[in-house]
């Protein structure tokens, strides 16, 4: 048994669990090549790990190795570029991965018991496609309050602008500019 530590492998392992930081701390180019490298690594390990397994047993496994690696990129991905649209995409890879799974563990059910499963995966995974839909649907209703706001605050300094003149009409209205990002 291989005992090195290799910090790559604790890294990817952090990625796969979803424990990894926050998006604000991006990451560098090199770290996030190497960070993919190993979960494709991972991947393959994981997958070829289930070469021992046979039936739906193995497909349950192949296809959970495939969700692992699809929610560690994704994770990976919004790591490393910080951006709102990334971490929509991995928490969508979240729960298509556990939904994917769900499915393939229904097929080791049959008649009624099989159908109720597969109901039950798919209301799972309808709530979940449900909650990021809204929570888009806020944080989007949050930014043009936010904007809104900001311009009505703008409009009433830039008013009390005009009660000046000259230079000080001017830096009064740049410090307005600048304090509501107009």
Known sequence: ?????RPSRVLCALLLTG????ASATLTKPVYNTAK???K???K???????SLSGNAKDV??????GQEKVALANLEWQYTGKAKDHNDYLEARYEARYNVAKEMCDDKAGNAKDVCVAQAKAEHDKAKADLKANKKMVAAE???IEA?????????????DALSGDAKDSCQASAKARYFQ
């Open 1 to 5: 048994m291989n005992t090195t530590f």
């Open 19 to 22: 424990l990894a930081g926050a």
């Open 37 to 39: 490298d190993e979960v």
């Open 41 to 43: 690594a991972m991947y």
């Open 45 to 51: 390990a994981e997958r070829d790990k289930c070469d």
């Open 61 to 66: 496994c192949v296809e959970r190795a495939k």
């Open 143 to 145: 930014n043009d309050a």
């Open 149 to 161: 706001k900001l311009k009505a605050d703008y409009k009433v300094a830039s008013e009390r602008c």
